[in-house]
């Protein structure tokens, strides 16, 4: 299970967040999944607030995971902030890894 919330913030000293929805209050929207299913959970492991997001059936691939599009929220050039909380279980691995995937025109 992933106990999140997520946050982008350029740069490190400001406190702008670029992510929709990183504590999954009420809804996963905007967010959505890349071959896993996501589920909103109320929680006591939540890190703030009552919500995570719990993925599950993920396929084998390590991009198997929860996502969101960030085109217009971000720009080149500028150093960006990335910090999750995240709980790993019935895994025998105890790394989490975080991607960003640029595409062109919305392919």
Do not use: C, H
């Not at 740069?11 to 809804?27: K, L, M, Y």
């Amino acid at each position: 299970s992933t106990s999140a919330p997520v946050s982008v913030t350029s740069p490190p000293t400001a406190s702008t967040d670029v992510i929709e929805n990183g504590g999954f209050e009420g809804s996963i929207s905007p967010w959505y999944t890349n071959q896993a299913t996501a589920s909103l959970t109320t929680t006591s492991e939540a890190y703030s607030g009552l919500s995570a997001v719990l993925l599950s059936g993920r396929a084998t691939g390590t991009w198997n995971s929860i996502n969101q599009d960030m085109m217009g929220k971000i720009d080149a050039g500028v150093p960006y902030f990335i910090s999750a909380w995240v709980k790993l279980s019935n895994t025998s691995s105890d790394r989490f890894k975080s991607t960003m995937k640029k595409t062109e025109d919305g392919e």
